[in-house]
């Protein structure tokens, strides 16, 4: 039983260590934010939509204008990989307007007066956003098999790219998340997620290597997560893809990150009721 459960069950229990007690109440909070998803599954759907349109479209016309040098690997292998991060960014950046709608809905004073503490709240509710990708990466995966793209498809490749994806996705659901705590109204959400989807995109390695950027761009690549994010499923997903940088350093680049905006969020949660 978790404290979010316990709350409303006013008994007598053992109290379960500090951090069984945190892992049960994101999982719960996890669970609630993919429930959402059965009243409404056609989301994942339409934002799918997307990724599939940059791959049979403007990754063929590239690949066949062969504009962008891609090493020993086509250009629809190396795009891969970064369609698959741009579909996870996407469905991420926007994630906090739910909460937002949370508030307006009273649902945020529930969560805030459980006992559960604000960091397995959030962590919670980034959980939710990195799991969500993974049914657009499944999509991806899919189309990518059928265009002919050469992925690798071994259990241990796949697990590692799942990793990535749900890291990655949380990261940046976490930082909607915290956007949404300053802005506090959905307009002002919409506008701000709008303005900072594209450069963090196109500040990655998503659809051009990083060489090919000018130096002030390569500098801000170089601390973008997203750009870590890419770089580890290129290497994991297509057959040939190779890392700009360590694995252990992308996977790493991208806890710490997560970890950093989870502290952030936990921190900014509470003024959202206000």
Not at 66 to 75: E, K, L, Q
Not at 198 to 216: C, H, Q
Request: charge should be positive; proline fraction near 5%.
């Amino acid at each position: 039983m978790t404290s979010l459960e316990r709350a409303a069950r006013p008994i007598a229990w053992a109290e379960p260590p500090a951090a069984v007690r945190f892992v049960e109440d994101a999982w719960t909070v996890a669970v609630a934010e993919l429930q959402k998803l059965a009243h409404d599954p056609t989301e994942l759907l339409t934002r799918a939509v997307q990724p599939v349109l940059w791959l049979l479209v403007f990754g063929q016309v590239l690949a066949q204008a062969r504009a962008i040098p891609t090493g020993h690997i086509g250009y629809m292998d190396f795009l891969a990989p970064g369609v698959l991060a741009q579909s996870a960014l996407f469905s991420a950046i926007f994630f906090g307007i739910a909460v937002i709608w949370e508030r307006d809905l009273g649902v945020l004073h529930k969560y805030l007066v459980s006992p559960a503490s604000r960091l397995s709240l959030v962590s919670g509710k980034a959980l939710a956003g990195g799991l969500r990708a993974l049914v657009q990466a499944a999509v991806v995966y899919v189309v990518a098999a059928i265009i002919g793209i050469h992925l690798q498809l071994g259990v241990v490749q796949l697990v590692a790219v799942a990793l990535a994806v749900v890291l990655g996705a949380a990261a940046f659901a976490t930082f909607s998340l915290i956007i949404a705590c300053l802005v506090r109204t959905r307009e002002r959400f919409m506008g701000i997620g709008q303005v900072l989807t594209m450069p963090l995109f196109f500040a990655s390695s998503a659809i051009y290597p990083i060489a090919l950027m000018p130096g002030w761009l390569q500098a801000l690549a170089k601390v973008n997560p997203l750009t870590y994010q890419v770089d580890a499923i290129r290497s994991l997903m297509v057959s040939g893809g190779t890392a700009s940088f360590p694995l252990p350093l992308d996977f790493g680049v991208l806890v710490f990150a997560l970890v950093v905006l989870l502290v952030i969020a936990a921190r900014l949660y509470p003024r959202l009721a206000m």
